[in-house]
């Protein structure tokens, strides 16, 4: 038994690439819509007058926002756990019934889920708290879907053979504690219809938290979710999938454990950058700017650690298209985590706060970080649990040129948008009169919208390219692990 090579069980692991490619094209294509509702506000009504109540921006915004953070994300997120996790721990999930029991309740429970959110989000159900729009009765779904993730992930690791564990499985043990403790605290809220003896709807609530501590405490979960849900677990992935595909050992064992314990303590204090100019305390203002200017060390050195493994081995970079996606993945990293600690800095966040630089600073580290990673740790899993070849490297390359190009069009339009938008609302004459109206700041913004609409659409063709490339690969020809062109030389 110890000599043969383990069979590990992807079933769950399949079942989640599955939603991640699902809902990765169900969420793109709502946020091309809403690019091009901002560019064209006709597009509101696009499906007649009768249906505006559901097609409308502010509808779909929450639809876009969730399908591809709880949706495409967590499902990547689980995906990548459901492989990586056995093959670093050297324990096969057939080993033990009860964790397939788990892993796959787990999936099921998770679908139920997000069919609840898609139809109460449609029908205009939501606490309308950014991020965090489910109702009581689907936060509590929501946790009983965590706690079996959490049951299956430390079930795995009680069961392991391999007795060191190897970083990514440190950040997902972080992934899955941060995102608990966050989910927790902010959707404390109180089901008004039982509180009131009757009023209302039996699923409306209202938050536990008001007024200023209501939008601390949403920022603080808003700002880690983006720490624990597109970093941390992010960073889990790259951390296997590309010494993996290289072949090259991570360039520093070290600095992965430094940069992982600097975000833990980092992020946590950087929220305060979301409220800057409010009625929250001047020094935690002060504090949130002062943490995410300390925060390009950790993200840095986790960046500078990826691009590094790649040292003398850089012709693979150019020579396969896989190995693109992740080098360009970390470079946006790098990218992203400059960009925000220079918007948090007060005097650049009084222009940038409320803008579309904001957007382009979100996408260019959802597109180009997440996005790119994910789909790049997708193309790597999928000859081995399908047991076939990539389908198409060509496709794959095209793919990749497409969607850079989508991400480079989607986060220039925005800068210039929001940078236009920032000086213009706030310029003004000798007497302080304002120097524009706001339909003014609108008129000169059209073509970037227009751009943004058309970069996001590139992404999206990109998209379908990469769930055509999978669909192709699930069905042809089964080769053995072993014979796989690009078959890992470094074991598990
Ligand atoms: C060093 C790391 C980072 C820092 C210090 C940082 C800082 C900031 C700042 C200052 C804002 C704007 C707040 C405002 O004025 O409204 C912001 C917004 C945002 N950032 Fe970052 N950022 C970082 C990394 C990232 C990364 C890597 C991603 C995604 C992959 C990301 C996603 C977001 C999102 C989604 C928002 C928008 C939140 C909203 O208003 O709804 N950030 N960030
Ligand atoms: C085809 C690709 C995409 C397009 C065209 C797109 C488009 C949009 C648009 C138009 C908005 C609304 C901006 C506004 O309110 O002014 C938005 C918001 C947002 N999108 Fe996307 N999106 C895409 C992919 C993604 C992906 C893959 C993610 C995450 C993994 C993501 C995360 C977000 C977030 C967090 C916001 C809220 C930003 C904020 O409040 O500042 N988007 N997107």
Request: hydrophobic residues 50%.
């Amino acid at each position: 038994m110890e000599n043969r090579p383990l069979e590990y069980d992807y079933t769950v692991a399949k079942m989640f690439m599955f939603t991640t490619i699902v809902l990765g094209i169900v969420g793109m294509l709502i946020g091309v819509i809403l690019a091009f509702q901002l560019a064209f506000p006709s597009v509101n009504t696009i499906l007649g007058e009768g249906l505006a109540e559901y097609t409308n921006f502010s509808r779909l915004r929450p639809l876009h926002t969730d399908a591809v953070i709880f949706g495409f994300t967590l499902s990547g997120i689980f995906a990548t756990w459901y492989y990586v996790g056995q093959r670093v721990l050297k324990v096969s999930m057939a080993e033990s019934g009860l964790l397939m029991f788990l892993g796959k309740l787990h999936f099921w429970l998770y679908l139920i889920v997000v069919a609840a959110v898609v139809v109460t989000l449609f029908m205009g159900i939501t606490t309308s708290k950014e991020y965090a729009e489910f109702e009581w009765p689907i936060d509590i779904a929501v946790v009983v879907v965590w706690v079996l993730w959490g049951m299956g992930l430390f079930g795995l690791i009680g069961i392991r053979r391999e007795k060191s564990l190897y970083i990514s499985i440190w950040y997902y043990i972080a992934t899955f504690l941060g995102i608990a403790m966050l989910y927790l605290f902010n959707n404390m809220e109180i089901p008004t219809y039982f509180a009131s003896g009757g009023i209302g709807s039996w699923w409306h609530s209202v938050s536990m938290y008001a007024g200023t501590n209501d939008a601390l405490v949403q920022w603080w979960y808003g700002h880690n979710a983006v720490a624990f849900g597109f970093t941390v677990p992010i960073v889990a992935m790259i951390y296997y999938f590309l010494p993996k595909e290289s072949g090259q050992a991570i360039y520093s064992y070290k600095l992965s454990l430094l940069s992982f314990w600097g975000l833990m303590f980092v992020y946590l204090w950087a929220g305060g950058h979301h409220l800057l100019y409010s009625t929250v305390p001047d020094w935690m203002q002060t504090m949130g700017s002062i943490f995410s200017v300390i925060l390009i060390l950790p993200s840095w050195g986790s960046a500078i650690n990826m691009l590094l493994t790649m040292k003398g081995e850089w012709q693979q970079v150019a020579a396969s298209p896989l190995i693109k996606f992740m080098i360009l993945a970390s470079t946006f990293y790098m990218f992203s985590t400059l960009e925000g600690p220079i918007q948090a800095i007060k005097s650049v966040n009084a222009i940038a706060h409320f803008t579309d630089w904001i957007v382009g600073h979100v996408h260019d580290g959802v597109l180009g970080w997440v996005g790119f990673m994910i789909m790049a740790s997708l193309f790597h899993m999928a000859p081995r649990v399908f047991k076939r070849e990539i389908y198409s490297k060509s496709l794959m390359a095209t793919q990749f040129w497409i969607q850079t190009l989508g991400v480079v069009l989607y986060f220039t339009s925005m800068w210039i948008a929001g940078i236009t938008q920032g000086m213009m609302w706030r310029a003004h004459d000798e007497f302080g009169n304002l120097a524009y109206s706001f339909i003014d700041t609108v008129t000169v913004l059209h073509p970037y919208y227009t751009i943004r609409g058309v970069g996001g659409l590139l992404y999206l063709v990109g998209f379908l390219m990469f769930a055509y490339n999978i669909y192709k690969t699930m069905s042809a020809r089964p080769v053995e692990e072993s014979e796989l062109q690009n078959a890992s030389p470094m074991g598990a």
